[in-house]
């Protein structure tokens, strides 16, 4: 499986920002697909998942009123929208899936088989 991100940029303290993530490959159905960001000097963080055959979502605390996972119209492609945004929120987002959805425990980085390139987001003050 193969994962493709896209959206990433400069935003403003305040705004919204929309990041992307296409699956493509061998055996992409029913696929569970999530976000994980890292900011520099920072730990991975798990911002949120979906699984994709369902539309269940599981969000970090930090991030859940503010930011919403959803599906695409094309089977495995999830968007992730972005609102009410930080400079704390700034970080290189990684679009990853697994063909297991796993809920509250989606957070450990480790249970995810497939990670894509990364896109950036950036938040000015």
């Known amino acids: 499986v193969q994962l493709q991100a896209s959206g990433g940029g400069l935003v403003q303290a305040g705004g919204s920002l929309r990041v992307s993530c296409v699956a493509s490959?061998?055996?992409?159905?029913?696929?569970?697909m999530g976000w994980f960001r890292q900011a520099p000097g920072k730990e991975r963080e798990f911002v949120g998942a979906?699984?994709?055959?369902?539309?269940?979502?599981y969000y970090s605390d930090s991030v859940k009123r503010r930011f919403t996972i959803s599906r695409g119209n094309a089977k495995n492609t999830v968007s992730l929208q972005l609102n009410s945004l930080e400079p704390e929120d700034t970080a290189v987002y990684y679009c990853?899936?697994?063909?297991?959805?796993?809920?509250?425990?989606?957070?450990?980085?480790?249970?995810?088989?497939?990670w894509g390139q990364g896109t950036q987001v950036t938040v000015s003050s």
């Open positions: 990853v899936a697994d063909r297991t959805y796993y809920g509250s425990t989606s957070y450990l980085a480790s249970l995810w088989d497939f």
């Open positions: 490959g061998r055996s992409t159905s029913s696929l569970a």
């Open positions: 979906i699984n994709w055959s369902t539309g269940s979502t």
